[in-house]
């Protein structure tokens, strides 16, 4: 194939036009491998299915009085709430553009040694006041207020499924259209001033901040069950889709979403969770093979010959930081297996992979938390214990586990309320 014409003059001459030949011809056939890929999961994508919950667990849900009952209070919680907006913060992002979201980085603090306190310096698991979730001063920011529409609008778009109601529709569709659709209320598109260092980059975040809107993966498909309502109208579709394409396009250019993609740890996890989520919404499988090749490749990357994962131990808070980032690789390979592509089973050259890291962790809890001495909710090593269950049976946990685990976990873990009713 080399040495045939390539039909462009620039390639076919000396020695430069010899190697330029070779280049193009690797890029034509990286490209043909992208386009088999893409024509591949479009083929298996239905943008209207859900992607993280799974129907028919929704369907027979109405059998589990306990976890109705809970789902009737947590919407009747979320009925009594919002809409929000980023108009509502009492700060302004650095722009000073009120409706740009702003937070600051949670671990970044004033140098005491300098009069100004710049440029700030890290204090890994040491919160500046206000940035916790729900604490006092975080009306000062914006990402308590985003939360609340992940996951009110999450919980109230499953009661309208399961509990039936037209008024948690009506309220979950104005939660949506404050904070993504209304021109005079909605957040810019973009998370320049996520997790911004006072004194770095020009006081513009750094790439870590894109994790706070690593929920998309739930709240799509809440966005999904309300839209079969019909209470948002074409209108609203549309600009909430014109909103996803902008922040897509910011994610895919902006050199601080380029710092998370990048990473080797939980924030290149979240970044493909995010991508891939928005990607089976838009319809994009395009974008959505690629991610499947990125996610194989970081594996690769985050996952050590004894299964660790040691970017995530290196913090001062391990245990939190190792099941945090086990959350984001499982509800990364729901959403792909929502195409059919099962990331579960996936293995790097090591013979390792996402099943491998989930053993290395039960043992370590199993060993009365050999990793560090921390304090975590036990709890929350439940959903990955079912998920061990189901993807090796030789990793059985307790018999009542399904039963016993609660629905909702505090959003720090990376837990979509309602888990239970979540794809295999």
């Not at 462009?8 to 386009?35: C, N, P, T, W, Y």
């Not at 799509?220 to 396009?249: H, K, N, P, Q």
């Not at 996402?354 to 921390?374: D, F, G, I, P, Y």
Request: hydrophobic share 40%.
């Amino acid at each position: 194939v080399a040495r045939l014409d390539s039909g462009r003059s620039h390639l076919e001459i000396g020695k430069a036009g010899f190697v330029a030949r070779l280049v193009s011809r690797d890029q034509a056939i990286v490209d043909m491998g992208d386009q088999c890929d893409a024509k591949a999961v479009a083929a298996r994508l239905d943008t209207s299915r859900l992607a993280f919950y799974d129907e028919d667990a929704l369907a027979h849900a109405v059998k589990d009085g306990p976890i109705l009952r809970y789902l009737e209070t947590a919407a009747g919680q979320a009925l009594a709430r919002g809409p929000f907006s980023v108009l509502d913060k009492t700060g302004r992002a650095p722009s000073g553009d009120p409706q740009d979201y702003f937070h600051p980085a949670p671990y970044w603090w004033p140098d005491p040694d300098r009069p100004d306190g710049l440029p700030y310096i890290r204090r890994d698991g040491e919160r500046v006041p206000g940035t916790a979730l729900y604490a006092a001063g975080s009306e000062t920011y914006d990402r308590t207020r985003l939360q609340r529409v992940f996951d009110d609008t999450t919980v109230l778009a499953l009661a309208a499924t399961v509990l039936d109601g037209r008024h948690y529709t009506v309220h979950a569709a104005r939660l949506i259209r404050a904070w993504f659709v209304d021109p005079k209320t909605r957040m810019n598109p973009h998370l320049r001033y996520a997790q911004v260092r006072s004194g770095h980059d020009n006081n513009e975040g750094a790439g870590y901040g894109i994790i706070e809107l690593k929920d998309f993966y739930f709240f799509l498909d809440a966005v999904r069950l309300i839209e079969r309502t019909g209470v948002l109208g074409d209108e609203d579709r549309e600009a909430f889709r014109a909103w996803l394409g902008s922040y897509c396009e910011w994610l895919d250019t902006a050199p601080a979403a380029a710092t998370a993609f990048c990473s080797s740890s939980n924030q290149g996890t979240y970044y493909d969770l995010q991508r891939a989520s928005i990607a089976t919404f838009l319809g994009d499988s395009a974008t959505l093979a690629k991610i499947s090749l990125y996610a194989r490749e970081r594996l690769a990357t985050q996952i050590a010959a004894d299964g660790s994962l040691p970017r995530e131990l290196s913090r001062t808070r391990p245990r939190h930081y190792a099941m945090f980032t086990l959350q984001g690789w499982t509800s990364l390979a729901r959403v792909l297996s929502s195409v059919g592509d099962n990331l579960w089973q996936h293995k790097t050259a090591e013979g390792l992979g996402l099943v491998q890291a989930l053993h290395w962790l039960v043992a370590h809890e199993n060993k009365r938390h050999t990793m560090s001495a921390e304090t975590v909710d036990p709890d929350r090593l439940g959903p990955l214990l079912l998920d061990l269950t189901h993807h090796d049976p030789a990793g059985m946990p307790p018999a009542d586990l399904g039963r016993a685990a609660k629905p909702i976990f505090h959003p720090d873990e990376a837990i979509a309320p309602f888990w239970l009713w979540r794809r295999r």
